[in-house]
T-cell receptor, first 113, second 113 residues
Framework: DTGVSQNPRHKITKRGQNVTFRCDPI?????LYWYRQTLGQGPEFLTY????????KSRLLSDRFSAERPKGSFSTLEIQRTEQGDSAMYLC???????????FGSGTRLTVV | AQSVTQLGSHVSVSEGALVLLRCNYSSSVPPYLFWYVQYPNQGLQLLLK??????LVKGINGFEAEFKKSETSFHLTKPSAHMSDAAEYFC???????????FGKGTKLSVKP
């Protein structure tokens, strides 16, 4: 068990560019979550997958955001036409609907300049 | 709907003193409650969680929390603070059957020598 892995750890991008983050969950976990954490705030839920199905999306997930989990394993979160307000830590978590557990990755810190 | 309120955005204690971090929740269903710790530029590490059963929950690093339904509280305590406890602490409640978490805004704990 290598934990939840997120790449890259840091990303600096110019406003208007597209960025993509990757999350590799714990292998036996069928649930995967994305959260966003801005400075001085707690994490806020963005979206949730059970296997490859995206079952819930927060209102925070604007049309510029898209998440996929094509084979029910790793997931990607893409932000199109980035804005300065997108600067945040993006956290991924995974869990098992059978065994429980809820493990966070170390996050990807996005800075939009 | 679920919500979490953490009283005190910043708590300062002396090394060896009692740590008390306050968390109150709101939930329309029996809650699952969590405490996480976050060190700078890191992800979230689970300290402890309450699901059902015993209301006094013991976690890692000497922390414990007590679920008090009548007070809708889940305060985190540690008898004797250590310098390494300095970090940000988040209380969270599970929101919905999918297990996405609703977080408080966090309490930053400082430990003075």
């Amino acid at each position: 068990d290598t934990g939840v892995s997120q790449n890259p750890r840091h990303k600096i991008t110019k406003r208007g560019q597209n960025v993509t983050f990757r999350c590799d969950p714990i292998s036996e976990h069928n649930r995967l979550y994305w959260y966003r954490q801005t400075l001085g705030q707690g994490p806020e839920f963005l979206t949730y997958f059970q296997n490859e199905a995206q079952l819930e999306k927060s209102r925070l997930l604007s049309d510029r955001f898209s998440a996929e989990r094509p084979k029910g394993s790793f997931s990607t979160l893409e932000i199109q036409r980035t804005e300065q307000g997108d600067s945040a830590m993006y956290l991924c978590a995974s869990s098992s609907s059978i065994k429980g557990g809820y493990t966070f990755g170390s996050g990807t810190r996005l800075t939009v300049v | 709907a679920q919500s979490v309120t953490q009283l005190g955005s910043h708590v300062s204690v002396s090394e060896g003193a009692l740590v008390l971090l306050r968390c109150n929740y709101s939930s329309s269903v029996p809650p699952y409650l969590f405490w996480y710790v976050q060190y700078p530029n890191q992800g979230l590490q689970l300290l402890l969680k309450y699901t059902t059963g015993a209301t006094l929950v013991k976690g890692i690093n000497g922390f414990e929390a007590e679920f008090k339904k009548s007070e809708t509280s889940f305060h985190l305590t540690k008898p004797s603070a250590h310098m390494s406890d300095a970090a940000e602490y988040f209380c969270a409640v599970s929101g919905g059957s999918q297990g996405n978490l609703i977080f408080g805004k966090g309490t930053k704990l400082s430990v003075k020598p």
